[in-house]
């Protein structure tokens, strides 16, 4: 089976990796609407056909960012919610990898909170982890299942902003607390 993507050399590797780098540093202290290719071009040392040959222009750097970031996520992760030491760990695992890569979450979190980034988060998420409950028929397992997703990303962003108040195993249990009230509401009938 044939891979569609040619395998990238080191060298445009390196390259990609060096504007990339650029973006999030500019993003630190510039808004993403006031970044220029000339901005990116100029913090990454590199000229404008060498940006060209790998992005349109910035949105298309900052969607190669995205989907990076979203590449790296821990693979693992619990599909059975109900063993919360398993999940806790898990999550805490997660959350641990967010708070070491701060810079790559503190750009598409907080400077990119866009709506179009948050769906494919979630989708990404339904996808990888609880792909039966995103594709049950059950409308109130669907809709606590999206509701525990969106409440996670938005505490998570709250949690970089503040620049990790509470531990990350700390969040995990407030996080598992708050998805077993979701699960108990969900299991009462009307």
Same mark, same amino acid.
């Given at each position: 089976m044939e891979n569609s993507k040619p395998k990238e050399s080191r060298r445009v590797k390196m390259t990609k990796m060096c504007i990339k780098t650029a973006m999030?540093? #500019? #993003?630190?202290?510039?808004?993403? @609407? =006031?970044?220029?290719?000339?901005?990116?071009? =100029?913090?990454?040392?590199? @000229?404008?056909? $060498?940006f060209y040959a790998y992005y349109e222009d910035v949105q298309s750097l900052v969607y190669d960012i995205?989907?990076? *970031?979203?590449?790296?996520?821990?693979?693992? +992760?619990?599909?059975d919610i109900d $063993?919360?030491? &398993?999940?806790a760990a898990e999550l805490e695992n997660f959350l641990e990898f967010i708070k070491a890569n701060k810079s790559m979450f503190n750009f598409i979190m907080i400077h990119l909170s866009g709506e179009e980034f948050t769906e494919?988060?979630?989708?990404?998420?339904?996808?990888?982890?609880?792909?039966?409950?995103?594709?049950?028929? @059950?409308? &109130?397992?669907?809709?606590?299942? +999206?509701?525990? *997703?969106?409440?996670?990303i938005g505490l998570i962003k709250d949690w970089i902003?503040?620049?990790?108040?509470?531990?990350?195993?700390?969040l995990a249990v407030l996080l598992i607390?708050?998805?077993t009230r979701v699960r108990k509401l969900d299991s009462v009938k009307n």
């Open positions: 999030l540093e #500019l #993003l630190e202290s510039n808004p993403l @609407n =006031k970044i220029s290719v000339t901005d990116v071009c =100029k913090a990454a040392d590199v @000229n404008r056909s $060498t995205e989907s990076d *970031i979203l590449n790296q996520l821990p693979a693992s +992760a619990p599909m $063993t919360d030491e &398993r999940f494919r988060q979630v989708k990404y998420i339904a996808e990888r982890y609880q792909s039966r409950v995103a594709r049950s028929d @059950n409308l &109130r397992l669907r809709y606590s299942y +999206a509701y525990c *997703i969106y409440g996670t902003k503040a620049s990790f108040p509470l531990s990350c195993r700390d607390r708050m998805y």
